[in-house]
């Protein structure tokens, strides 16, 4: 895992980033964030910048997710709790309000930011944030991916390249999890991948399995020869 800014940050020249729909204006330091990102390393090369203002934009990702980001780029730590949970104040207000309850929908808003996530992770073509969503993902409980609302799976068909990490995962659990009417919503890209699934295990119904932390790598990005992270 690449877990360090680069040596040879100096930290002096920065980069404007307008980041969603409303363009909200991030500054960050150039050598550290190229050095985590080919994305940002190509935006910031030579080439590129001589028909640029010193402004990057990224339309298709959003502030809060951009921020875990910036975050992720000092610190080598993806901390989805420095996002602000939008359904707090309205947790505390409800009569019906129980613990299990509150942990239910925690979860559910994690694994949607974690989601958001990896699709930015992909944009952004940095593969060491995508296989750290994937081992916080897989990390959030004994059945992680229920906690992935049929909004997010089909967010993710609709927003990641075919037989990524997080496509494999997701549809390695809900082949064998699903029902006939949860699925009926799912895209007809999802769907497609779920059924090759499905067939996979009624022609070898032994790789039936729910994925769990320990099969994390079996959905990660590596290079050649790079170490795995699990047997
Ligand atoms: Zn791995």
Redesign the pocket.
């Known amino acids: ?1 690449q877990k360090e800014v680069s040596p040879q940050s100096e930290y002096v020249e920065t980069l404007n980033v307008l980041v969603g729909p409303e363009e909200q204006l991030f500054t960050v330091h150039k050598d550290a964030i190229c050095h985590k990102s080919p994305f940002f390393a190509a935006a910031c090369s030579t080439q590129w910048a001589e028909h640029q203002d010193g402004t990057v934009r990224l339309q298709f990702v959003e502030p809060n997710t951009f921020k875990l980001y910036i975050h992720w780029v000092y610190t080598a730590q993806l901390d989805i709790s420095i996002i602000e949970l939008p359904f707090y104040e309205k947790l505390e207000t409800q009569p019906q309000k129980h613990p299990a309850w509150e942990a239910t929908c925690l979860r559910i808003h994690k694994a949607s930011l974690l989601c958001k996530t990896y699709v930015a992770a992909d944009v952004l073509l940095d593969r060491h944030l995508k ?1 750290e969503v ?2 916080q993902l897989l990390g959030l409980s004994t059945y992680p991916l229920d906690a992935v609302s049929e909004d997010y799976v089909n967010y993710i068909w609709s927003n990641t390249h075919v037989n990524s990490g997080i496509r494999r995962c997701i549809a390695d659990y809900l082949a064998p999890t699903t029902s006939a009417r949860d699925a009926k919503v799912l895209s007809r890209e999802a769907l497609v991948d779920l059924v090759a699934r499905l067939i996979e295990l009624r022609d070898y119904p032994d790789l039936a399995y729910l994925p769990g932390f320990s099969d ?7 290079v050649e020869g ?5 047997p």
């Open positions: 895992m296989n994937i081992d994390r790598c079996k959905y990660h990005e590596h790079e170490k795995r992270c699990t």
